[in-house]
């Protein structure tokens, strides 16, 4: 019985080191089964919580909303 929680163990780290080492060496986006702790608030910040961030903006009606990528360079701007 030991032995074969080992050898899961083993196989489960073996594959996150895998991955880890792989996404080090090519761009890979965020696994679909994590996507969910991107969109989540930090609980132990206030600044950076995605209403707080929103109200800062001080977006009106008719303004435009541009988003910008630095990764690949590109700028869109959405129509307001």
């Known amino acids: 019985m030991t032995m074969v929680a080992i050898a899961i163990v083993t196989v489960?780290?073996?594959?996150?080191v895998t991955y880890v080492v792989l996404s080090r060496l090519r761009s890979m986006p965020c696994p679909i089964w994590l996507s969910w702790?991107?969109?989540l608030d930090n609980p132990f910040t206030k600044t950076n919580r995605a209403a707080t961030i929103i109200q800062h903006l001080g977006l009106e009606p008719g303004m435009a909303v541009i988003a910008v990528f630095k990764a690949s360079s590109v700028i869109l701007g959405v129509p307001g």
């Open 12 to 16: 489960i780290i073996a594959l996150l």
């Open 37 to 39: 702790l991107v969109e």
